[in-house]
Protein backbone atom coordinates (compact mmCIF):
# COMPACT_ATOMS: atom_id res chain seq x y z
CA UNK A 1 0.00 0.00 0.00
CA UNK A 2 1.12 3.27 -0.92
CA UNK A 3 2.33 6.26 1.45
CA UNK A 4 1.27 8.98 -0.45
CA UNK A 5 0.21 9.30 -4.23
CA UNK A 6 1.30 11.79 -6.38
CA UNK A 7 -1.11 13.03 -9.44
CA UNK A 8 0.22 15.06 -12.77
CA UNK A 9 -2.74 17.06 -14.15
CA UNK A 10 -2.68 17.19 -17.73
CA UNK A 11 -4.28 13.74 -18.86
CA UNK A 12 -4.94 12.12 -15.80
CA UNK A 13 -7.05 14.37 -13.69
CA UNK A 14 -8.53 16.43 -16.53
CA UNK A 15 -8.01 16.09 -20.20
CA UNK A 16 -6.34 20.01 -21.16
CA UNK A 17 -4.78 18.75 -23.89
CA UNK A 18 -7.73 19.79 -26.96
CA UNK A 19 -6.91 23.18 -25.61
CA UNK A 20 -3.36 23.01 -25.67
CA UNK A 21 -3.54 21.78 -28.79
CA UNK A 22 -6.08 24.78 -30.26
CA UNK A 23 -3.97 27.31 -28.77
CA UNK A 24 -0.76 25.60 -30.28
CA UNK A 25 -2.23 25.36 -34.04
CA UNK A 26 -3.27 28.95 -34.02
CA UNK A 27 -0.18 29.97 -32.98
CA UNK A 28 1.65 27.62 -35.67
CA UNK A 29 -0.67 28.59 -38.53
CA UNK A 30 -0.40 32.50 -38.04
CA UNK A 31 3.82 31.38 -38.49
CA UNK A 32 2.86 29.45 -41.83
CA UNK A 33 2.63 26.18 -40.81
CA UNK A 34 0.34 23.23 -39.69
CA UNK A 35 0.51 21.50 -36.23
CA UNK A 36 -1.35 18.42 -35.95
CA UNK A 37 -2.46 16.33 -33.09
CA UNK A 38 0.33 13.96 -33.66
CA UNK A 39 2.68 16.96 -33.49
CA UNK A 40 0.86 17.51 -30.44
CA UNK A 41 1.67 14.36 -28.15
CA UNK A 42 5.22 15.34 -28.47
CA UNK A 43 4.37 18.79 -26.29
CA UNK A 44 2.60 16.18 -23.71
CA UNK A 45 4.19 16.75 -19.99
CA UNK A 46 6.67 19.26 -21.48
CA UNK A 47 7.33 22.91 -20.41
CA UNK A 48 5.61 26.01 -22.07
CA UNK A 49 8.85 27.08 -23.37
CA UNK A 50 10.27 23.58 -24.45
CA UNK A 51 6.61 23.39 -26.19
CA UNK A 52 7.17 26.32 -27.58
CA UNK A 53 11.04 25.28 -28.76
CA UNK A 54 9.73 22.15 -30.25
CA UNK A 55 6.92 23.73 -31.94
CA UNK A 56 9.41 26.45 -33.48
CA UNK A 57 11.39 23.19 -34.53
CA UNK A 58 8.52 21.26 -36.45
CA UNK A 59 8.16 24.59 -38.63
CA UNK A 60 11.66 25.24 -38.97
CA UNK A 61 11.56 29.02 -38.06
CA UNK A 62 14.06 30.63 -35.53
CA UNK A 63 12.81 33.24 -33.23
CA UNK A 64 14.94 35.69 -30.81
CA UNK A 65 14.84 35.27 -27.07
CA UNK A 66 12.34 38.00 -26.76
CA UNK A 67 10.41 36.86 -29.99
CA UNK A 68 9.90 33.66 -28.82
CA UNK A 69 8.87 35.09 -24.81
CA UNK A 70 6.16 36.52 -26.50
CA UNK A 71 4.71 33.74 -28.61
CA UNK A 72 4.79 32.06 -25.88
CA UNK A 73 2.73 34.39 -23.97
CA UNK A 74 0.73 34.58 -26.65
CA UNK A 75 -0.22 31.15 -26.70
CA UNK A 76 -1.01 31.36 -23.04
CA UNK A 77 -2.97 33.69 -22.98
CA UNK A 78 -5.07 31.71 -25.74
CA UNK A 79 -5.20 28.97 -23.60
CA UNK A 80 -6.18 30.61 -20.36
CA UNK A 81 -9.02 31.78 -22.67
CA UNK A 82 -9.77 28.37 -23.65
CA UNK A 83 -10.48 26.62 -20.29
CA UNK A 84 -11.93 29.80 -18.65
CA UNK A 85 -15.14 27.59 -18.88
CA UNK A 86 -13.89 24.20 -17.94
CA UNK A 87 -15.77 23.23 -14.56
CA UNK A 88 -16.22 19.54 -12.85
CA UNK A 89 -17.75 17.90 -15.42
CA UNK A 90 -14.38 17.54 -17.62
CA UNK A 91 -12.60 15.68 -14.61
CA UNK A 92 -11.43 12.41 -16.08
CA UNK A 93 -13.64 9.04 -15.37
CA UNK A 94 -12.43 7.33 -12.17
CA UNK A 95 -10.72 10.26 -10.30
CA UNK A 96 -13.43 11.63 -7.92
CA UNK A 97 -13.68 7.99 -6.48
CA UNK A 98 -9.81 7.24 -5.86
CA UNK A 99 -9.36 10.30 -4.41
CA UNK A 100 -12.22 9.17 -1.65
CA UNK A 101 -10.71 6.04 -1.67
CA UNK A 102 -7.45 7.66 -0.48
CA UNK A 103 -8.71 10.14 1.86
CA UNK A 104 -10.95 6.97 3.60
CA UNK A 105 -7.47 5.61 4.09
CA UNK A 106 -5.46 8.90 5.32
CA UNK A 107 -3.52 8.54 2.44
CA UNK A 108 -2.03 12.01 1.24
CA UNK A 109 -1.81 13.21 -2.26
CA UNK A 110 -0.11 16.23 -4.16
CA UNK A 111 0.06 17.15 -7.36
CA UNK A 112 3.31 17.20 -9.46
CA UNK A 113 2.32 18.82 -12.79
CA UNK A 114 5.01 20.92 -15.30
CA UNK A 115 1.96 23.61 -15.70
CA UNK A 116 2.32 26.93 -14.20
CA UNK A 117 -1.62 27.17 -14.63
CA UNK A 118 -2.23 24.18 -12.05
CA UNK A 119 -3.50 26.39 -9.22
CA UNK A 120 -6.19 28.06 -11.55
CA UNK A 121 -7.58 24.23 -13.08
CA UNK A 122 -7.92 22.93 -9.65
CA UNK A 123 -9.39 25.79 -8.72
CA UNK A 124 -11.94 25.77 -11.81
CA UNK A 125 -12.54 22.10 -11.65
CA UNK A 126 -12.75 22.17 -7.45
CA UNK A 127 -9.98 19.99 -6.50
CA UNK A 128 -7.71 22.90 -5.30
CA UNK A 129 -8.37 22.05 -1.67
CA UNK A 130 -8.24 18.90 -1.48
CA UNK A 131 -4.72 18.42 -2.84
CA UNK A 132 -2.05 18.17 0.13
CA UNK A 133 0.31 19.95 -1.69
CA UNK A 134 0.54 21.14 -5.18
CA UNK A 135 3.66 21.48 -7.05
CA UNK A 136 4.04 22.91 -10.09
CA UNK A 137 5.55 24.63 -12.93
CA UNK A 138 5.80 27.57 -11.05
CA UNK A 139 7.87 26.11 -8.46
CA UNK A 140 10.52 23.50 -9.81
CA UNK A 141 13.75 24.95 -11.36
CA UNK A 142 14.02 21.61 -13.76
CA UNK A 143 11.22 20.03 -15.89
CA UNK A 144 10.69 16.40 -16.27
CA UNK A 145 11.86 14.13 -17.27
CA UNK A 146 14.03 15.86 -14.16
CA UNK A 147 12.02 14.10 -10.80
CA UNK A 148 12.77 17.42 -9.12
CA UNK A 149 8.55 17.88 -9.41
CA UNK A 150 8.24 14.41 -7.75
CA UNK A 151 10.90 14.76 -5.19
CA UNK A 152 9.55 17.93 -4.38
CA UNK A 153 5.86 16.02 -3.91
CA UNK A 154 7.50 13.48 -1.38
CA UNK A 155 8.96 15.55 0.48
CA UNK A 156 6.01 17.81 0.65
CA UNK A 157 3.96 15.24 2.33
CA UNK A 158 7.06 13.95 4.37
CA UNK A 159 7.08 10.25 2.60
CA UNK A 160 9.95 8.80 1.43
CA UNK A 161 10.03 8.28 -2.68
CA UNK A 162 9.97 4.76 -2.46
CA UNK A 163 6.49 5.01 -1.29
CA UNK A 164 5.12 6.86 -2.95
CA UNK A 165 2.94 6.22 -6.59
CA UNK A 166 2.89 8.42 -9.49
CA UNK A 167 0.34 9.11 -11.68
CA UNK A 168 1.78 9.56 -15.32
CA UNK A 169 -0.09 10.22 -18.80
CA UNK A 170 3.07 11.62 -20.39
CA UNK A 171 6.82 9.89 -21.46
CA UNK A 172 8.87 12.66 -19.62
CA UNK A 173 6.89 12.42 -16.59
CA UNK A 174 7.18 8.44 -16.17
CA UNK A 175 11.04 9.01 -16.71
CA UNK A 176 10.75 11.64 -13.89
CA UNK A 177 8.78 9.03 -11.57
CA UNK A 178 11.29 6.40 -12.21
CA UNK A 179 14.03 8.91 -11.48
CA UNK A 180 12.51 9.58 -8.70
CA UNK A 181 12.48 5.91 -7.17
CA UNK A 182 8.40 5.57 -7.30
CA UNK A 183 6.05 3.18 -8.73
CA UNK A 184 5.06 4.64 -11.49
CA UNK A 185 1.55 3.77 -13.20
CA UNK A 186 1.22 5.22 -17.03
CA UNK A 187 -2.41 6.38 -17.94
CA UNK A 188 -2.67 5.24 -21.67
CA UNK A 189 -1.11 2.77 -23.71
CA UNK A 190 1.71 0.74 -22.99
CA UNK A 191 2.56 0.93 -26.38
CA UNK A 192 3.42 4.41 -26.14
CA UNK A 193 4.12 4.60 -22.72
CA UNK A 194 7.01 3.03 -21.88
CA UNK A 195 9.43 1.89 -18.61
CA UNK A 196 5.81 2.32 -16.09
CA UNK A 197 5.37 -0.48 -13.78
CA UNK A 198 1.69 -0.82 -14.35
CA UNK A 199 -0.85 0.66 -17.00
CA UNK A 200 -4.16 1.33 -16.56
CA UNK A 201 -6.22 2.96 -19.61
CA UNK A 202 -8.40 5.64 -17.70
CA UNK A 203 -8.38 6.04 -13.46
CA UNK A 204 -11.78 3.88 -13.78
CA UNK A 205 -9.34 0.62 -13.28
CA UNK A 206 -7.37 1.85 -10.07
CA UNK A 207 -7.78 1.31 -6.83
CA UNK A 208 -5.83 0.40 -3.85
CA UNK A 209 -6.70 -2.81 -4.02
CA UNK A 210 -5.09 -3.56 -6.98
CA UNK A 211 -1.99 -0.79 -6.21
CA UNK A 212 -1.34 -3.30 -2.74
CA UNK A 213 -0.63 -6.62 -5.18
C1 LIG B 1 1.67 19.99 -18.87
C2 LIG B 1 1.08 19.68 -20.22
C3 LIG B 1 1.90 20.33 -21.32
C4 LIG B 1 2.09 21.81 -21.04
C5 LIG B 1 2.77 22.01 -19.70
C6 LIG B 1 2.99 23.47 -19.35
O1 LIG B 1 2.81 19.23 -18.70
O2 LIG B 1 1.01 18.29 -20.45
O3 LIG B 1 1.24 20.13 -22.55
O4 LIG B 1 2.87 22.40 -22.06
O5 LIG B 1 1.99 21.39 -18.69
O6 LIG B 1 1.74 24.07 -19.15
P1 LIG B 1 1.49 25.63 -18.95
O7 LIG B 1 0.07 25.70 -18.48
O8 LIG B 1 2.45 26.11 -17.91
O9 LIG B 1 1.72 26.29 -20.26
MG1 LIG C 1 0.18 14.92 -18.36
Redesign the pocket.
Known sequence: KPKAVLF????VIVD??KH?FQAWKQLANELGFSFTEQD?ER??????M??LNILLEIGQVTKSQSEKEEL?AR??ER??QSISTMDESEILPGVISFLEELNENHIPFALG??????PR?LKKIGLYDQFHAII??NSIAN??PDPEVFLKGAEALSVNSKDCVVFE??Q??IEAGKAAGMYVVGVGDSAILKGANDYIQSMEEMSLNRLSK
Open positions: DLDGTAHNLKGVSRDSAKNYVSASKNAIDGAKDASG
